[in-house]
């Protein structure tokens, strides 16, 4: 009988070496870019209760009305995989009360996130984020900055040409006017639109901006916009964003339907694209949610972040060749003679000691055959120990790249090694 071998389930995927050593560096680079700017590392749980997505991202948004991995737990309680983490990181600070800290909390998180969407390039069941939050401001300068941020983050990992378009969606007392305006001229045209389109010109019209139907699109760019109707307030705020980042030389194009798909966002709203990624172009979503603490039942508290879709960005990076998997292997051990396996086994130990990267066989070999595995892995030198070596106390090292070979004290090859890569 022939067993069937179990796949991965649909839309989910097994990243594997090399591409895991690309995934690392961006990672590393994420927490020292952060680290710079003073963000600490926040990790909460993949699980969470339903109601904290249907309350902040919104229940009349995809995300939680098609997309949400929800199931009852034996208890009978409605939980959810995480579709995003924001409001996972706004839910901890409430219920840690680090409002009763003071100052402001600047949190980022690295992890993955589930959404039942439809497969394809660059979008995927479960997909990871690297993201940031800072909680406790409404200054405008703080938006700048977590952009400013991020901008250097994506051009150390090799992005390089993206686009960054910008809103402001204004506060709950602007909003409500300009949505009194947007229900009103959707009336007029609504009954031309695409299905979803017209449930939400009555239930959320602001989702009816984000609508992706090719047909509703000239219709949608005639609609009024929410930036000519931010109350003086938002306006300032957001004409500060706006000249904070061009004082820091950072470009944006001002984007009035970008009002982003999860319901908890007020003023400054943005994203990232990439050209090189076709359909799914956004590489970063973000945006502030002042009123986010208070719909999850905490204090007051404004809150501004971004989260980056990582699986685009390492597209992105690949496309754009600024990043390459490389795994550097700093010396393949070859010995000939079972006596010089011991020998050979504790050189390695010691070279990967100092942090070196190092392989080694246990299975005897001829040299010839050695010396191809140390090509095949890329290895930067082979050291070799026969029975020759053992008797000297000093190794062959042979410069994979020029095939110069020198004889070494064990004790020297670290530092030579350490200095050649
Ligand atoms: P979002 O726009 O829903 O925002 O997601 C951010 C990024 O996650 C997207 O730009 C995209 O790169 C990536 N992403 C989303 N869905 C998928 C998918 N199915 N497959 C692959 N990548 C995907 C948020 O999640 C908010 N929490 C952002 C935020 C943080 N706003 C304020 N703070």
Redesign the pocket.
Known sequence: MRIEPIRSVKGTRDLLPPDTSLWQRVEAEAHRIFAAYHYGEIRTPILEETALFARSVGADTDIVMKEMYTFRDRDDESLTLRP???ASVVRAYIEHSLYNQGGIHKLYYLGP?F?R?RPQK????Q?Y?I?A?VLGSQNPLVDAEVLEMLVLFLERVGIREYQLPLNSVGCPKCRAEYLKVLREALQGVKASMCGDCQRRADTNPLRVLDCKVEADQPIIEKLPKIIDHLDPECRRHFDCVTSELQARRLPYQITPRLV???DYYTRTTF?ITSGALGA?N??????R?DGLSEMLGGPPTPGM?????L??LILAAQAAAGLESDVPLAAYIVWMGEAALPTAAGLARDLRAQGLSVEIDYEPMKIKKAMGVASKLQARFAIIIGEGELSTGRYQLKDMRTGEQKEMEPGNIAAYLKAKL
């Open positions: 995003e983490a924001t996130m959404r969407e660059g979008r995927y069941r997909f984020q993201g939050e982003r798909g999860l994203e799914q956004a590489v970063v979503g973000g945006g949610y972040g971004f989260s980056i879709g699986d685009r």
